[in-house]
Every structure is written in structure tokens, then in C-alpha cells.
């Protein structure tokens, strides 16, 4: 058996560019929207009462994966550990032989700032200038640096940790401000632990573009069910928002269902129509992928193969 390359959270980042990782993304929904990329459901695994492993398996372009991860959000205070651990396996889908490990932490970290510019570049009203970040951890960061890379030059971060958002915003070049500053941006991405809503009814206005990042699980949610029933709303995957994302709770109170909802993957393809008018409020809820995580996967292994990086390699 071929050495398996090695990528550790630093290699999966200087491998892969915000510009390539958005690039990697949005071809990634488009080949899952015509069938070319198969993703089985994701697979929980409850560890009470600490968090929860998933299993997110993909294929396509070659390669199966499979990314093996954790949410543990007492891991910081408790150990001193990131809330977000795991592994990612690809294999060769012809051969079946594994060929690369990656960290999880980093490649999620990719993917999920990818999609809220993806989305953003499909949903926000044309003219969109400004970026609202809600909640600037390890994700939030990622969110903002791939928004800036997508031509966001303007934003605003918020965080209840004031040093964590001036930190952001400094190297972004936006300015730390309020929870309310940030909402009153074009494009707004909530990206918190989902455990308490930070988006009400009263907060939406006319022309918004909300990317609802962090309720990627049963039980958490970033806005209220009214907010979530006053827009135009828009998933990565019907199954997972559904059933653990931030559509779950207007689902399960009936106030929305499957024709309300338009999945990216056709809006991108051009199957499907995005933003309805300048004045309306959209909202994506996204759940995350197996299919981004691939995509990433990928745009590392190609950046190995091209020389970019260099990547330590080990034998089974």
C-alpha cells in the first residue's frame, strides 16, 4: 500500500487559498446538483454529556472521504482543547487504497467561510457591499477572511469577547463593533454555537442576506422561528436543515416546509430562482456537507501534487 500524505491544520491552510476554497466550494454544490458527487446522510453519534461525533462520508472527482469529527463545546474551558476535532480519510475510489489524512478542524474551518461567500455571491442583492459577522471564533474568522477575499471590503464584527472581534477586524481590515452594527450590514453571517438565537423578527430589513452558520445539530438555532419565517429562505441540503439546522424548529412548528425552501446547489446551476427582489430578506441555512469537506480535500491534494506544499507522508 502507498504512504498516506499527512496534512495537519497549518498544511490545510497553506494549501488552500479563501479564493480556491470558494472556487472548490461552489464547483462542489454544482457537480452534487447534477449527481456527478453522492453524499450519504451524516451520522451522529451522541458522547453525553460532553458533545457528539459525526461521520460525513462523500465521493466524487476520484476520491471517497470520509470526515470523522467531533463537537465538544466544554473542550476549551474543560482541557484546553479546540470544541472541533477529527480526521479526515480519502481514498482513491477506483482502487479503494487510502491516499491523505487531514485535520478536520482546518478543512471545516475552509468550507465553512467558503459557502457563506458562495452564498453570498448568489443570494445578497446586487450592490452588496457590506459583511456582518456574528460571533468571530475559529469559523466566524474563516467566514470574514473569504468574504473579504470575495470583494467585501467593508464590515463589521461582533463578538462577547471585544478583543477576539478587534483582533478579527484588524486583520481583516473591517472595525469591531455591536451586535446590532453588524446586523445592519448587506451580508450578514451568524456563526455562534447555535445556543441561544441572535436573530429576531425585528432585527430583518429590507434587502438583507443572512448566512446562518452555526446551528449545525438537533437543539440549536442562530434565530428566532418569526425571523426565520419572514425570509426567503434557501439550504445546502433539505435533510440536514431540516432536521438539525436552523430551519428545524419553523419545520417542526409547521410554519415551514419543503416548497418553501430552495436548495443553493439549484440556484447556482440556474435551476432555481435566488433573491426574489432587491427588497427581500433571504436567509441559507447551512448545516455543512460531506461535499465541501471533499471539495477541500481535493484543493489539497492538488496543491501537494503542484508542489505549493510539502506534506509529510506515513505508512500503513
Not at 136 to 157: D, I, K, P
Not at 263 to 288: I, K, M
Amino acid at each position: 500500500m502507498a504512504d498516506l500524505q499527512v496534512l495537519n491544520h497549518d498544511a490545510v491552510l497553506a494549501a488552500v487559498s479563501p479564493q480556491a476554497a470558494i472556487a472548490h466550494v461552489r464547483d462542489a454544490f454544482l457537480r452534487h446538483h447534477r449527481g456527478e458527487w453522492v453524499m450519504p446522510a451524516k451520522v451522529y453519534l451522541d458522547s453525553p454529556p460532553y458533545g457528539d461525533f459525526r461521520a460525513m462520508p462523500a465521493r466524487g472527482g476520484g476520491y471517497a472521504m470520509l470526515k470523522w469529527i467531533s463537537s465538544f463545546p466544554g473542550n476549551p474551558a474543560a482541557h484546553g482543547l479546540p470544541a472541533v476535532m477529527g480526521v479526515v480519510c480519502v481514498s482513491d475510489a477506483s482502487t479503494s487504497a487510502p491516499v491523505a489524512l487531514l485535520d478536520a478542524g482546518a478543512v471545516t474551518a475552509l468550507r465553512t467561510g467558503a459557502v457563506a461567500a458562495v452564498a453570498a455571491g448568489a443570494l445578497a442583492r446586487s450592490g452588496a457591499r457590506s459583511a456582518g459577522i456574528v460571533g468571530c471564533g475559529l469559523h466566524g474568522a474563516w467566514t470574514a477572511r473569504c468574504l473579504r477575499a470575495a470583494g467585501y471590503r467593508e464590515g463589521v464584527c461582533f463578538d462577547p469577547r471585544p478583543g477576539v472581534a478587534e483582533a478579527l477586524a484588524h486583520e481583516v481590515g473591517w472595525r469591531a463593533g455591536t451586535r446590532e452594527e453588524a446586523l445592519a450590514c448587506d451580508v450578514v453571517s451568524c456563526v455562534t454555537p447555535g445556543a441561544e438565537p441572535v436573530v429576531d423578527a425585528g432585527d430583518l430589513r429590507p434587502g438583507l442576506h443572512l448566512n446562518m452558520l452555526g446551528a449545525d445539530g438537533p437543539g440549536k438555532a442562530e434565530a428566532t422561528i418569526g425571523a426565520v419565517a419572514s425570509c426567503r429562505l434557501f439550504c445546502d441540503e433539505w435533510a440536514q436543515a431540516s432536521h438539525g439546522g436552523e430551519l428545524t424548529g419553523a419545520v417542526e412548528a409547521g410554519i415551514v416546509s419543503r416548497s418553501d425552501v430552495t436548495d443553493l446547489g439549484a440556484v447556482l446551476a440556474g435551476e432555481a430562482p435566488g433573491r426574489p427582489g432587491p427588497d427581500a430578506v433571504t436567509l441559507f441555512d447551512s448545516t455543512g456537507l460531506a461535499i465541501q469537506d471533499l471539495a477541500i480535500a481535493i484543493a489539497c491534494l492538488e496543491a501537494v501534487g503542484d508542489g505549493q506544499v510539502s506534506v509529510p507522508s506515513v505508512g500503513l
